[in-house]
């Protein structure tokens, strides 16, 4: 068998696999290579770069929460309640498949409308 480390401790001597070998072991001035420059022939897609990136978007996606009238009731008496005693609330709500956060002072509440004035 060829030794292939010769200045190595006799353990790594016969390694070929050079992650195992200890970084003080190995020769330093074995070429770095050419890194990230291999990888710049893929960059020559953007179109594909766009479409992988919204795939990515989309699976983060949730469904829309759906809420009975019961909840919405409920919801709005909460609403009303917090406007009179304690105003500053924090709003989390549904848009585009997303859950978005907002907070502020609650303006006012219009029940027919279904509609939440919020000063931010």
Do not use: C
Request: no cysteine; net charge positive.
């Amino acid at each position: 068998m060829k030794v292939i480390n010769p200045d190595a401790p006799d353990e790594y001597k016969y390694e070929t696999d050079y992650r195992k070998i200890p970084r003080e072991y190995l020769n330093p001035r074995i070429r770095q290579g050419r890194g990230m420059v291999k990888w710049q022939a893929f960059k020559t897609l953007p179109k594909q770069y766009k479409q992988l990136e919204q795939y990515i978007q989309d699976q983060n996606k949730i469904a829309r929460p759906s809420l009975s009238d019961h909840q919405l009731n409920d919801l709005t008496d909460k609403l009303i309640l917090k406007m009179y005693h304690e105003p500053t609330i924090e709003l989390r709500y549904f848009v585009d498949g997303y859950i978005q956060t907002k907070e502020g002072y609650i303006q006012k509440v219009d029940v027919h409308t279904q509609t939440l004035y919020l000063y931010e």
